[in-house]
């Protein structure tokens, strides 16, 4: 039934910084950006970036976790971008580190390094 993660979508109250944060933060330009999403192409994986109005339920979070090599230096960036740490950095067994942060607009951003 499932094949892979495909897109990841956060909610957003300003499409135009949020935007601007994560091209700062990935270096990535959208490959899609229009008034009502922006979509951004990590790999094959989307992100994408939707304004919050009357689609958008109160309280829905999504926690994707993103892969990456240095988790520490990771989470470090991010705070310096003005994310807040959610879950610190935690060794969960097998080579596997996990952490969550929380971007300036609220959404959860799980990062994963290993396996």
């Not at 993660?5 to 990535?28: F, S």
Request: net charge negative.
């Amino acid at each position: 039934m499932f094949k892979k993660l495909r897109t990841v979508i956060y909610n957003v109250p300003d499409l135009q910084k949020a935007k601007e944060w994560y091209i700062d933060l990935t270096g990535n330009q959208p490959y899609f950006d229009e008034v009502f999403y922006v979509g951004f192409d990590f790999n094959g994986c989307e992100l994408g970036l939707h304004p919050i109005d009357e689609t958008v339920a109160p309280g829905n979070q999504t926690v994707s976790h993103w892969a990456v090599d240095d988790i520490d230096n990771c989470v470090k960036q991010l705070v310096e971008k003005g994310a807040t740490v959610l879950y610190q950095v935690s060794d969960v067994g097998g080579g596997i580190k996990v952490a969550t942060v929380i971007d300036p607009w609220g959404n959860a951003v799980g990062l994963i390094e290993g396996a």
